[in-house]
């Protein structure tokens, strides 16, 4: 049950997150010469960027220019054609989607895949259950497994909500929330599978200035509880205000890489992205 | 109904414990009250409600699969066939064993054929999966008719009974009811041994199966209520985005379609046993339709809805058998008038009308917080 | 197994095969399109199959068939056909109005249709069997015992037409056969080109592929919809007409089995392609007829089955994959 007493949605809890290192260590994730060719369509080709632990990092590029294509090769979606992905030193390539996931990679959707039918505390504890081991057996005869990850998990969703600022509407069916809300249940849910390196796909799609605000230190906060971020975004305010580190892609290939200040003064990044970008952003 | 949905969550729990248990033992007594208006005139009640209390075993199973994980399932028949088999051919076929001993074994025979079924079928897409299935209700339907072995057309009879407690008598006699003009008075005449099952004693065979619906329905409580329960829930409302969150959809899946082909064994043993006798014309395609109408009618996903819905689906035909002729119509009619109707079944999960409470709640302690606060200042 | 009987009348066996199948595709057409546009299995559409067959049987005997012959007889199967393309038509748009359309406007749960497709197959079929007692009550059966006796059993038409058999070598062939099997690819051609060219066709494989879009369009979905109902009765009456020329008896449950079968070519050759639809039912009832002759009769449903889920284990999207609806993930 929420705690009702307390209004301030986000108090960080110290023992929320699984940060095996510190931040600032080596790099989560690496991706090297990543191609992914759809028949004759080459959707990547040959990118390479790395994440380092506890830092964000934003992925960016026109429409089209294999964002999102790039996520998915990530979270095992998609198979690479060739190049390789590796997680905390491990190659992912081939692995299952859901074992991905339970390795520690999480991830939101461009366009919100909730559970719609289920509550938003039901689709938080689907997130927990990545990590959880109960199967027929231990729920049948309520062994003490099932009842400790009950337990944690509830406790672990309730706080995730009340993060988001969406505890009090723990019980509410996820198709009944505003728009707002599902995609800060979105985040929740990818946060409850305990990742190390969470993805957001826009976050920001759809948000108003003030609610964007509002998300740009939702994600700084993500990130100082230890978490790292890959971060699709089209907004480019936002992207500048809370990234450490910018990869630009376009038609598939990676076009620069550096930090806000020196993708802003880019040239080829300035023709590619900002000079369509202005027009309909701002 | 919404309002007295609401008022029962809200009694204190030794009350709502009360309540159950009164219900229960209501449902254990029905066959000896000889209630008019609801006891079937000219058939054996006590079979009738066997019958209800198979379909709602069934139903409970086949919710497993259709209501949680959203697998479309057409030939649940197999698996109550398989169960049936299993049973006839252990007790009475090919060997004589207790009933008892051939129960387990039907059931893990139905559930390896689920896993053996599924692993292969569950991969291709919802629609697909729907035909397949019945494609296997009808093989397995087949295969008994053609088989020498299985008894072709003319089945197996003599399937063995569970053992009668205390003997042909029983261990004593329980009288029914009877209702003459305006009184009611016990019928010494009319009374059922405790606890014999026999061809001419139905009413121990409904305690039985009223007594595994009743412990079905806790399982299925524990279940749901778990990792397992939402990892199917996730599954049907977006396989790819559960996948995402580390759900291994398959094997869950795969759970499900071994789950639901348990209970079905299960209440197929039971099935040939109150019978004595099967042959493949109790396993048609039909009721694998009968049982889905059981699952829909009540509302999917919501075990309390498709038990109500399996009492109508069995109750009903039975209780007009006079208009016998026309049941398969008029219950095609309900179909379609319901389908219009009521999409989400008579009694859709009842998550949406818990999720209204306790919304409520929070309205009423959020008010009187700020309330307070406002007296405060 | 009996290899020998299968070798030594595989050109008999092929060609009844064929003509059993081609029956199958023209039946498959209907649940294909159908499913092409609403993404609904209709269960109901076996029904419009047999409701077909008893108008070809009806129209048989009210004209006399079974004393005419030649260029008469030839004329009494035209109207035959003729009737039964109108019969299957009207029932299959009367389930359209009655069992789905009152579901699509509410966007119900693609599981409730089927339910409610289920539900008036069942409707459909009752109705017909017991065609007697609702006959009873308006004090007509007596008038029309000879149409509405035998209400639960086998009717039949032999002996109205007796086709003639040709021998090549020591190959029997069925003319009917023959004629079952060019009739039934002669009308699937004509159909494909239909949906391909005409602007209805256009119609439809817009609305397919995507229903909002189409609708912006000018493409009223409705009246596709319909449209794809009308074409799918049309073809079951082809095929009722067909079928009644090869067997000869119908009953009113005749639609299940043979639904369900044509369902499997439907899937087989992959749902909501027309062309697999063909292919689909050809490949069908020439494996059901191989595997009878291999196995024995009693095991020609199985071998349907297994073959369906055999080729699905393969190739998860049918023969010849999906194509009047977009590639659904």
């Given amino acids: ?282 | 109904m919404n309002k007295i949905k609401q008022r029962f969550i809200s009694l204190p729990r030794p009350v709502k414990v009360l309540l159950w248990v009164l219900l229960a033992l209501f449902a254990y007594a029905l066959p000896l009250l000889e209630l008019p208006i609801i006891t079937t005139p000219g058939v054996d009640f006590g079979g009738v409600l066997f019958v209800v209390t198979m379909y709602a075993l069934v139903a409970i199973g086949l919710n497993i699969v259709v209501g949680y994980a959203g697998l479309l399932d057409l030939g649940y028949v197999g698996f109550y066939a398989i169960g049936a088999y299993t049973a006839a051919i252990l007790t009475s076929f090919h060997a004589h064993w207790p009933l008892l001993l051939s129960i387990p074994v039907a059931v893990v025979a139905t559930t390896i054929s689920g896993v053996l079924l599924g692993a292969p079928t569950l991969r291709v897409r919802g629609d697909y999966l729907a035909i397949v299935t019945l494609g296997f209700g009808e093989i397995i339907r087949l295969v008994a008719v053609n088989v020498e072995w299985l008894g072709e057309r003319k089945g197996i009879s003599n399937i063995a009974r569970p053992p009668s407690i205390g003997g042909d008598d029983g261990l004593f006699q329980i009288p029914h009811l009877y209702w003459g003009d305006g009184t009611v008075l016990l019928d010494t005449e009319d009374t059922t041994a405790f606890l014999k099952f026999g061809v001419l004693d139905q009413i121990p065979y409904y305690w039985l199966g009223l007594t595994v619906v009743i412990a079905m329905l806790f399982a299925d409580k524990l279940i749901k209520n778990s990792r397992v329960g939402r990892a199917w829930e996730a599954t049907r409302e977006d396989e790819d985005a559960a996948e995402l969150m580390g759900v291994p959809t398959f094997r869950f899946k795969l759970l499900a379609f071994a789950t639901g082909a348990f209970v079905g064994g299960l209440a197929g043993a039971l099935y040939a046993s109150r019978q004595s006798f099967i042959n493949p014309d109790s396993f048609l395609l039909l009721f694998s339709i009968l049982f889905l109408a059981a699952v829909v009618v009540g509302g999917q996903g919501n075990r309390w809805g498709v038990v109500v819905g399996a009492v109508l689906v069995a109750y009903l035909p039975q209780r007009f058998r006079e208009f016998d002729d026309f049941r398969v119509l008029v219950f095609g009619l309900a179909l379609v008038l319901l389908a219009a109707w009521r999409p989400e079944g008579l009694f859709p999960p009842k998550r949406t009308v818990r999720a209204r409470q306790l919304e409520q709640d929070l309205e009423e302690l959020e008010e009187g917080h700020e309330g307070e606060e406002a007296a405060r200042a | 197994m009996n290899f020998d009987f299968l070798f030594s009348n595989l050109p008999q066996l092929t060609i009844g095969g064929l003509a059993f199948g081609a029956i199958y595709a023209l039946i498959a057409l209907g649940y294909t399109m159908v499913y092409g546009v609403l993404q609904l299995i209709n269960f109901a559409h076996s029904e419009v199959f047999m409701y077909g067959t008893f108008a070809m049987l009806w129209t048989v005997m009210a004209l006399g068939g079974a004393d005419a012959d030649g260029v008469q007889l030839i004329a009494i199967l035209i109207a035959a056909l003729f009737a039964a393309m109108m019969m299957s038509a009207l029932i299959a748009l009367l389930l359209e109005r009655v069992a789905y359309r009152p579901l699509v406007k509410k966007n119900a749960p693609r599981l409730i249709a089927l339910i409610s497709a289920i539900g008036a197959s069942f409707v459909l079929a009752e109705l017909m069997g017991l065609r007697d007692r609702v006959t009873g009550w308006i004090g007509l059966d007596d008038d029309l015992s000879e149409y509405v006796g035998k209400a639960r059993i086998n009717n039949s038409m032999a002996g109205v037409v007796d086709a003639p058999r040709w021998e090549i070598g020591n190959v029997t062939l069925s003319s009917i056969d023959v004629i079952v099997i060019v009739a039934a690819v002669g009308m699937m051609v004509l159909l494909d080109q239909f949906v391909r060219r005409s602007r209805l066709g256009k119609g439809i494989r817009a609305t397919a592929q995507d229903p909002e879009t189409a609708a912006l369009m000018g493409v009223n979905p409705t009246r596709t919809i319909q449209i794809t109902f009308l074409i799918g009765g049309l073809m079951a009456g082809v095929a009722a007409f067909l079928y009644m020329l090869k067997i000869e008896t119908t009953k009113y449950d005749v639609g299940f089995l043979l639904g369900v079968k044509a369902f499997t070519a439907a899937v087989l050759g992959g749902i909501g392609n027309l062309r697999g639809a063909l292919l689909g039912g050809l490949v069908l009832g020439v494996a059901e007829s191989w595997g009878s002759a291999l196995f024995g009769t009693e095991w020609r449903h199985v071998v349907a089955f297994v073959l369906l889920v055999v080729i699905l284990l393969f190739r998860p999207t049918g023969l010849l994959g999906e194509s009047l609806g977009k590639a659904r993930a």
């Avoid at chain 1, 700084?220 to 907004?235: A, N, P």
């Fill in chain 1, 1 to 282: 049950m929420p705690d009702l007493t307390k209004q301030t949605p986000a108090t960080p809890d110290p023992e929320a997150p699984r940060s095996t290192a510190p931040s600032g260590g080596g790099p989560v994730l690496e991706v090297q010469n990543l191609t992914l060719k759809f028949g004759g369509l080459t959707a990547l080709d040959d990118v390479s960027f790395h994440i380092d632990q506890g830092e964000i990092l934003g992925l960016i590029g026109p429409n089209g220019a294999g964002k999102t294509t790039c996520f998915n090769a990530v979270t095992g979606v998609y198979r690479p054609t060739s190049g390789d992905i590796r997680f905390q030193g491990g190659s992912i390539v081939g692995m299952k989607r859901y074992k991905i996931t339970q390795q520690g990679i999480a991830r939101t959707f461009q366009n919100i895949r909730l559970f719609p039918t289920m509550t938003a505390l039901e689709n938080v504890l689907v997130g927990a259950d990545a990590q959880h081991k109960t199967g027929m057996f231990t729920a049948l005869f309520r062994l003490p497994r099932h009842r400790r990850e009950e337990r944690e998990g509830h406790d672990r969703a309730m706080e995730l909500l009340r993060f988001m600022g969406i505890h009090r509407k723990a019980d509410e069916l996820a198709a009944n929330l505003s728009y707002g809300d599902q995609r800060r249940l979105e985040i929740a849910r990818a946060m409850a599978t305990e990742p190390k390196l969470i993805c957001l796909d826009e976050p920001a799609a759809g948000f108003n200035p003030a609610e964007k605000v509002e998300l740009m230190n939702l994600i700084r906060k993500v990130r100082d509880q230890g978490y790292t971020v890959l971060l699709i975004e089209h907004d480019m305010k936002l992207v500048m205000g809370v990234t450490d580190r910018i990869v630009v892609l376009e038609f598939g290939r990676k076009i620069a890489e550096g930090k806000p200040a020196e993708i802003r003064d880019n040239p080829a990044v300035i023709a590619a992205y900002l000079g369509v970008d202005e027009e309909d952003a701002s």
